[in-house]
Every structure is written in C-alpha cells, then in structure tokens.
C-alpha cells in the first residue's frame, strides 16, 4: 500500500503541472488537463434501467454515447439545489469518454509539484477514495482526483 501510494503521488508530480479545475458542493477538484476531452453546458440525458445510482444516463456527443456520472451522488453529497443544472467534464479513461456531472467548472491551473500531500485524514471517506493527493494553494486545497478510480467504481456497479 506505501508503495502504491508513492507511485500515485511519482504519478501525478510528473503529470503536466496543469489541471483543470471543477466544484462539487463545496470540494475544489482538478483532474489533468491532458485527461479532459472537453467541458459542457448541461446535456439531455437517456436514463438507463437497472444502472448504480451513480449513472445519471448517456449522452450523444456527436455520435458517440458517453456515460455520465453524478459525482454528487458518488461522493455521497446532498444533491444540488433545485433549478441548479450541472455541468459535464467529459474525461478519457481507459474505457473511453465519461462525462462527470459537476456544480460549476473552475480554471486551468498550474501547480507547483512542491505543493502536493496525500489527502488529508479528515477529508469525507468517500471523497478520500477518489482522491490521489491534493495540492495546497493559496486559499484553499485543490483535491486530485483519480479518473481511473471513478470511473471503474461505477462501471464495476453496472456489471
């Protein structure tokens, strides 16, 4: 386990410095820039029967239908307030593109590698299992999130 954790936290210090950057209640997320496809206003979705409760449904972006994913419910936060639409973070994962449904859409920020820790001990359980390591900035925490990790979860509750 030391060692996984030393070689997520090798992994995401020779990442591009640079993530894009996304809320969720009041958690700040970034995910590499290099891992996002693109951002979007919110898109009419297609429910799927029987899906984990984490898929809020599919998307048709041009032609290709991407699996969104409520990160709300996936972090087991309250879901958001009414009239608020959410946004989608389209990501590449190994499976393909996955929309990240998300409150509000941040910058590109560049981070120093010197800033970045494991997640903290107090930080949410659910949230702590999504996150690789967080980056402390001037104001706030910027948590790393694990694409990989969230998206696999919620495809292994499809199966």
Request: aromatic residues 6%; glycine residues 6%; proline residues 3%.
């Given at each position: 386990?030391?060692?996984?954790?030393?070689?997520?936290?090798?992994?995401?210090?020779?990442?591009?410095?640079?993530?894009?950057?996304?809320?969720?209640?009041?958690?700040?997320?970034?995910?590499?820039?290099?891992?996002?496809?693109?951002?979007?206003?919110?898109?009419?979705?297609?429910?799927?029967?029987?899906?984990?409760?984490?898929?809020?449904?599919?998307?048709?972006?041009?032609?290709?239908?991407?699996?969104?994913?409520?990160?709300?419910?996936?972090?087991?936060?309250p879901p958001r307030p009414g009239g608020q639409a959410p946004m989608n973070m389209v990501v590449r994962s190994e499976e393909g593109a996955?929309?990240?449904?998300?409150?509000?859409?941040?910058?590109?920020?560049?981070?120093?590698?010197?800033?970045?820790?494991?997640?903290p001990e107090n930080l949410d359980q659910a949230a702590r299992d999504l996150i690789r390591g967080v980056y402390k900035l001037k104001d706030?925490?910027?948590?790393?999130?694990?694409?990989?990790?969230?998206?696999?979860?919620?495809?292994?509750?499809?199966?």
């Open positions: 386990m030391a060692s996984e954790t030393a070689n997520s936290r090798t992994e995401v210090s020779k990442s591009s410095g640079q993530f894009s950057t996304f809320f969720v209640g009041d958690l700040f997320f970034g995910v590499d820039v290099l891992c996002v496809q693109e951002v979007l206003r919110f898109q009419q979705m297609t429910r799927v029967p029987q899906a984990p409760d984490v898929i809020e449904g599919l998307i048709n972006l041009r032609g290709q239908i991407v699996t969104a994913i409520d990160m709300r419910r996936r972090l087991a936060l996955v929309s990240l449904l998300v409150d509000e859409i941040g910058d590109v920020l560049e981070v120093d590698g010197a800033a970045y820790e494991a997640p706030r925490l910027l948590l790393v999130l694990d694409t990989e990790h969230t998206v696999e979860l919620a495809q292994a509750g499809a199966a």
